[in-house]
Each structure stands twice: as structure tokens, then as C-alpha cells.
């Protein structure tokens, strides 16, 4: 069970540490906590699996990587564990993750690709399907046009308290 | 133009961020700089939205509750509908697709229970149908983003 104090924690730290010269104790003085209490329940909340990682989050786009494509794919669920698995291992592969099938949009297998320019995602993705035979199953490529909005998620301490809680 | 330091910056510290009282000289001990120009230029870097914040990422799910959308809006209403949803501040992504479901969005809230009343109340402001896709099972070890400086 997470402390409310953790979640505060957690709640700043994904919003982002201040350029300063002592960013925790920063934090510390905003949260009444003291530099090595940021820093004890940030090292615990990653032990935790918590935090996935900590560090420079940057943003694609503007680096020139404006070719962004969500592949979806319809696989057997007894396969999808294995697939996924598979494809997160490829050093393109952004994200992985299974979601349910719904009436209108029968897929269950979801990954995202940033690169360049849409001729290398294509060779990429022809890669994948290469390597884990995913040529056989159903298929969508959505690549994205306009970027309406993008930032982390925003954790408010006080309702982070009451989703610990409920 | 980015210089050395800022593909260094850029690269090589997506992850395992240092825990000490002083991260930011610590980085600046690693590249032989030092940590006025570690800071300026992590603000530069900032200031020319190449980083969206030094932060730590948390997996979906593990604390409250988060649900991709899609929705298939017209062409013509889709700049108004997108900006009616980037509006919540549960909404924390919102991107245009090439699909019939052309607009795909996250949003975040403390539990399932208000997570279903901001989709509810995006799909009465917006008029439109969310399709709810919520996470199963994550297969990624995010370690960060390799960035590949050609051509960059």
C-alpha cells in the first residue's frame, strides 16, 4: 500500500524535477520533506516498479522522428504473450501492449513505431512481420497526422490518495 | 543547432536519472562539463521543446486508472472536437490517425469510476462515440528512446 507521502512524491517527480542545482531538495521544501526523504521514496518507488524510469523524456517530433505509426494486429490470445514479447525486443518498437477486441475494431495487439520518414517505418514493420509471422493476421497501420496534445499524465496527490485508497 | 553536450544530454540519460542531491553536476562530472552548462543547456533544450521535462515515467494503470479512446470524427469538425478534448486535463494525449478513427486520445483519472464519467462527459460535449480500449497486459521494458543523429 502506497503512503501518501510516496504518491506526492510520485506526483511530482512525473511531473518533472525543477533545473536546479539540488532538484530533490527543491522538491522537499515544496512537499515539507527533507532532500534524502525524495530521494529514499524515489530509489523505493522505482524498486517498486512504480516509476518505469527517471530521467530526459523526450519529445519525437520535434527531432524529426514525424513519421509515427500505431500498428494493430488481430493474433490468437494463446500467441499474444509470446508475440508480444517478440516484438518489444526490436530497438524501433515503442510500445507494446494487448488490448481487448471490440465489435467495430477486432484487434488485440497494439505497438507503436517512431521514425523518420514512413518508408523506414514500412521496412521496419515488414521486418516484424517477417521475423514473428505476422503477415497472417489481420492488420490496420494508423499513422498519425496532427499532434492535438501531448504530456504526461497529470497526477493530482489528492486524488492519486483517494485511487490508493478505493 | 545541437551542439555535442545537447545529444548527450538528449541520449544518454533517459534512464536511470541520478539519485544523488546533486544529479545535474553528477552529468556534468560524466561529460567533463560543468553544471552551469549542463543546466543551460537542458534548458535550451526545453525552450526548443526537444525534451517535454525530466521526469519519471509511470506505468499505466498501477495508480488510477487510464483508457485509450478512439473516435471517428468528420474531417471538417475534427479541429474543434480535438481541441474540446485536449481541454481535459484528464486527457493527457490526442493525435490525429489515418482511419476512419481518426482521433485517438488517453485519459487518466484517479479510478475507473471517474475515468467512465470524463469519457462520458467527452462523448456528450463532443457528440461522438468513444470506442474504449483499455490496457490488457503492457509487454514493454521501456528503457527510453534511441535517437539516430543522421540526417537529424
Redesign the interface.
Known sequence: MLEARDLAVLAQVSAGLPLCPRPYAQIGMELGMDEAEIINRVAALKAQGLIKRLGVIVKHRPLGYRANAMVVWDVPDELIKELGATISRFSFVNLCYQRPRQPEWPYNLYCMIHGKDRTTVLAQLEQLNDVCSLARYGRQILFSRRCFKQRGAVYQAQQLTVAAHG | MLTDLHKQ??ND?????P???????DIADTLGAT?TDV?AA??EL?G????????????PN?????M?V?MAVPEAELQTV??Q??AF???????????R?NL??VA????A??LQAVIGRIEQQTGYAA??????????????????WQ??
Open positions: 544530454l538528449l540519460f533517459q534512464r536511470d536519472f539519485l544523488s542531491p546533486t544529479p545535474y553536476r553544471e543546466l537542458l534548458a526545453t526548443q521543446q526537444f525534451i517535454s521535462r525530466i521526469g519519471a515515467v509511470i506505468p498501477q495508480i488510477g486508472a487510464s485509450l478512439a480535438a481541441d478534448i485536449s486535463p484528464e486527457v493527457n494525449h490526442n493525435y490525429e490517425r489515418e482511419h478513427f485517438w486520445f487518466v483519472a484517479a479510478s469510476q471517474q470506442l474504449q480500449l483499455p490496457l490488457v497486459d503492457d509487454f514493454f521494458i521501456d528503457l527510453g528512446f534511441k535517437l539516430d540526417h537529424a
